[in-house]
């Protein structure tokens, strides 16, 4: 695992994750050179080249607070406009998120890493 990113973390408006999946789409603007303002736009959707990721709350202060969580790419096109934030299924009788170090959806940050 070498690459990850500190999203906030939202819920699923869209209802169609269930329990433990997380949808994550990552966005970097790499600038190539400056002077000009010319940037390559580099995207990724986690889910179609690493299934499984680590995932914590930020910050983590227990060992057991780090979860591997399934990471998927769902039919449902809309969940393209969700970049840069991992998105916790709403399914499930504990919520994912609070998992983590209690975590919720008010503003938390999380480690996420591929």
């Known amino acids: 695992m070498k690459e990850g990113f500190c999203p906030v973390g939202v819920i699923d408006p869209y209802g169609e994750l269930e329990a433990g999946e997380i949808y994550i789409s990552y966005r970097q603007d790499n600038y190539q050179d400056k002077k000009h303002y010319k940037y390559q736009t580099e995207e990724l959707i986690v889910g179609e080249k690493f299934p499984w990721v680590l995932v914590?709350?930020?910050p983590c202060v227990h060992p057991g607070d780090v979860q591997i969580m399934k990471a998927v790419v769902p039919k449902n096109e809309n969940y393209k406009s969700l970049v840069n934030v991992i998105v916790f299924s709403a399914k499930g009788d504990w919520p994912d998120m609070e998992k983590l170090s209690g975590a919720d959806l008010d503003g938390?940050?999380?480690w996420v890493c591929w």
């Open 108 to 110: 938390d940050t999380y």
């Open 56 to 58: 914590s709350k930020m």
